[in-house]
Every structure is written in C-alpha cells, then in structure tokens.
C-alpha cells in the first residue's frame, strides 16, 4: 500500500473522502434498522412472525429465490393453455455473480484509484517501453560485435558516436598519436596522408588488426567491434582539424570521408 500524497490538497482531499464513506456506512446502518423495525411492526399487526436476524437468513434474502419445493407459493395466478408462470427471482448464481462485481470493483477502485498499488495504464505502459528499450539495446549490443571492415558505418554525424570514440581515444591512443590526434610516435591522424587508407573500412581495418610490426597495436582483442567503429569515426571526424605541432604527413594523399 502507497499513501503517498503530492500536495496538502490530496491530503484533505482523502480525509474528507474518508470521512464521507464513514458517514454513507453510519446512514446505511441506521437505515436497515429502520427497516426491519417497521417490518416488525408490519408483522407484529398482522400476527406474522419475523426471523431473528442471522448470517442466514441474511444471506438467503441475498438471492431472495425461492426454491423450487416451494414453487406453489410463487405460482401466478394464470394459467395459458397449460402454460403456468412463476414469480421467481433470478437465479442465485446470477445474483451471487452480480455481488462478486460489486466486491470486485470495490477491491478494483482501492486497488488501483486509492492505494495506487498496482500500476495504471499509463504506467504499465512505460514500464514495457523500458523492456524494450532494453531489449533494443541488448539487441544493438549483440550486433555490434558482428561490424567488421566491410559493415562498419561512416557515422561522423552522430554526436553520440564521436563521443564514445573520442573517450577511447584519449584512454587508449593519446600516448602514440597526440592528445589532438596531431602524431607522436604514430603518425598524424588529422592530415589527407594516410599509410594504410582513409576510407572508415581502411582505418577500421587498421585499427582492427594493427600494424605490429611498426608498433601500432592490433586492438581487436580489447576493443569491441563497435567501439572500433567508434573510434574509427572519431579519427574521420577529426580530419582537417590542423592541431598545433602537427606531425608531417606519412603515406599518400587520401580522401578520408568517402567510403569504399
Ligand atoms: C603504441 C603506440 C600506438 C598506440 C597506443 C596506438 N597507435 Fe595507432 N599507430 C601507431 C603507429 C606507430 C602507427 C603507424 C604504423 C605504420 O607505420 O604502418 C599507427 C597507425 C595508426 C593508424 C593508421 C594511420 C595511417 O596513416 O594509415 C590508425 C588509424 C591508428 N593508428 C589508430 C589508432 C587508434 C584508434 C588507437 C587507439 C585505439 C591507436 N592507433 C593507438 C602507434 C600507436
């Protein structure tokens, strides 16, 4: 049970509903006295004798059938060519099924309108778009690690990318290739020269498989497949960018952005 309230409104909004129902069950209690005093007085004048009140007889009165024994006290008075009609009420299962909606809505409305414990439509809603989206992204996930050098996607527009790409890049390649990817040990990774190709499937590749014997690690084994993408994009978009200290350009004059 969550009785939670948002504002002081709320509060005594539930305080004076509360006192209501109160006063509805009060009402209603003093109006079955009532009534069974006049029948009482009702019986006592024509010398029948009321039934103490018990679960009983309560519940009978319930369905208020009677049963088919007795049938001749219900029998009307007509008769169509052998036809014959009683006056009976519904049939108990009828009622019986009717009063368990009444004891369902009740539990329904406390349920779901007073103690709010278990989820309205609106909530239950956003609760399967957060599994989901989970969903979504485990799915993403496991795709991701089948990108190689032939499926990897030029996405140097895709700010969530090149932000991924750039947090690789200063964890890992920094050190060789110059926090502004301007060269050190590594060459320049901002100019138009590129040793081993400038399209994102040749710098993937690069990055996949290394250069090992030139001291470029092969970072296939601790990268996943698409934070190589990642990164590959990042070093396309960097492309141009003219770093201060730049190294002097290795390898032939390539254009970078475009794909094979
Ligand atoms: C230990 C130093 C070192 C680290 C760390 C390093 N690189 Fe390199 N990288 C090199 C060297 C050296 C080369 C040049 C290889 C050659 O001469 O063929 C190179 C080349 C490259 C090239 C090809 C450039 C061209 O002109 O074709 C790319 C792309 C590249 N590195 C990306 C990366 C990325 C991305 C990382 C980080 C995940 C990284 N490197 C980390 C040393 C490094």
Request: glycine share 8%; hydrophobic share 40%; with cysteine.
């Amino acid at each position: 049970m969550n009785l939670s309230f948002k504002t002081g409104d709320e509060l005594i909004l539930f305080l004076v509903l509360v006192t209501l129902v109160i006063f509805a069950i009060v009402i209603l209690f003093v109006v079955f006295g009532i009534f069974r005093a006049l029948k009482q007085i009702d019986a006592e004048r024509s010398g029948k004798i009321v039934e103490a009140f018990s679960f009983d007889t309560w519940w009978k009165s319930l369905t208020g059938a009677v049963p088919l024994e007795k049938e001749e006290v219900i029998l009307l008075n007509h008769n169509y060519d052998g036809i014959r009609e009683l006056d009976n009420h519904l049939p108990p299962w009828w009622k019986y099924l009717f009063y368990a909606t009444i004891v369902f809505a009740i539990v329904y409305m406390l349920d779901y309108h007073v103690w709010y414990s278990s989820p309205l439509q609106e909530e239950e809603y956003q609760q399967e778009v957060t599994v989901a989206q989970k969903q979504i992204e485990e799915y993403q996930a496991k795709n991701a690690n089948s990108i190689d050098e032939k499926t990897v996607k030029l996405l140097v527009t895709d700010a969530k990318v090149l932000a991924k790409g750039k947090e690789i890049f200063t964890g890992k390649c920094v050190a060789c290739h110059g926090a502004l990817g301007e060269g050190g040990v590594g060459p320049n990774l901002t100019d138009e020269y590129w040793l081993h190709g400038g399209t994102i499937n040749d710098v993937f590749k690069t990055i996949k498989n290394g250069v090992p014997e030139k001291g470029m690690i092969a970072w296939k084994a601790t990268l996943k497949p698409n934070e190589m993408q990642d990164v590959s994009n990042y070093i396309l978009s960097i492309a141009g960018t003219n770093p201060p200290n730049g190294k002097a350009p290795q390898g032939v004059k390539a254009d970078s952005t475009a794909t094979k």
